[in-house]
């Protein structure tokens, strides 16, 4: 399979906690996406590692990126209620394929 | 820019009739996808047009078919309808040769067959 896999598939934590969700996946990759989905909502593109950085960083949102064990985490700070959705890993592995989605991770944050 | 917009947004069949669903992508996007998400499973990919030809497909059964328009608008058509079909479909688009690059979704199309 070239999806990624999010851990953990839910997670609820306290308003201005802060939540760690990660990403495993199986081959090489030109870069990894990560995505929020609103229930019932598309998708929102939230940032795109490449596979020559470690880590990226947009507002409140850190990314890291450990190709040598394919793997990523999507950190956000402070949480909000507002933050409470899906969030999905893409592994991009070339040109020619699709991005593929796994099942997300379900963020609850309560107020 | 407007964004990428889907038609219908809610959509009831009976079991055997034929649905189809629309979807316009962002100008200058060349590439569209369909993704589908049934409830409790992720995103499931469907079809990757681009150009006006089917570049990949998943790993779905022949009835659920698509074209793409010269205006690189999109449509799904999904025939004898069964009731797992029922899902939400998401249509998403990125510009041409730019794989490397975020893509960009609709609210998508609710499918309920009854």
């Known amino acids: 399979s070239q999806q990624g896999e999010e851990d953990p598939q839910a997670l609820s934590i306290q308003e201005g906690e802060n939540a760690t969700m990660n990403c495993s996946y199986k081959t090489s990759i030109n870069n990894l996406q990560w995505y929020r989905q609103n229930s019932g909502r598309g998708l929102v593109h939230l940032i795109l590692?490449?596979?020559?950085?470690r880590e990226k960083h947009s507002g409140r949102l850190r990314v890291t990126l450990d190709t040598s064990k394919k793997s990523s985490s999507l950190l956000i700070t402070a949480s909000r209620a507002a933050d409470t959705a899906s969030y999905f890993c893409?592994?991009?592995?070339?040109?020619?394929?699709?991005?593929?989605f796994g099942k997300g991770t379900r963020l609850s944050v309560i107020a | 820019e407007a964004g990428v917009t889907q038609s219908p947004t809610h959509l009831i069949k009976t079991r055997g009739q034929q649905a189809t669903l629309r979807c316009s992508p962002i100008?200058?996007?060349?590439?569209v996808y369909w993704y589908q998400q049934a409830l409790g499973l992720g995103l499931q990919f469907l079809l990757w047009y681009d150009e006006g030809e089917e570049r990949n497909r998943g790993n779905f059964p022949p009835r659920f078919s698509g074209r793409q328009f010269p205006n690189y608008s999109s449509e799904l058509n999904v025939n004898a309808l069964e009731l797992e079909d029922s899902a939400l479909y998401l249509c998403?688009?990125?510009?041409?040769?730019?794989?490397?690059?975020?893509?960009?979704f609709g609210n998508g199309t609710r499918l309920t067959v009854t």
């Open positions: 100008s200058g996007h060349t590439s």
């Open positions: 590692i490449r596979s020559n950085e």
């Open positions: 893409a592994p991009d592995f070339s040109g020619n394929t699709p991005l593929v």
């Open positions: 998403a688009s990125r510009p041409r040769g730019s794989y490397n690059s975020p893509l960009h």
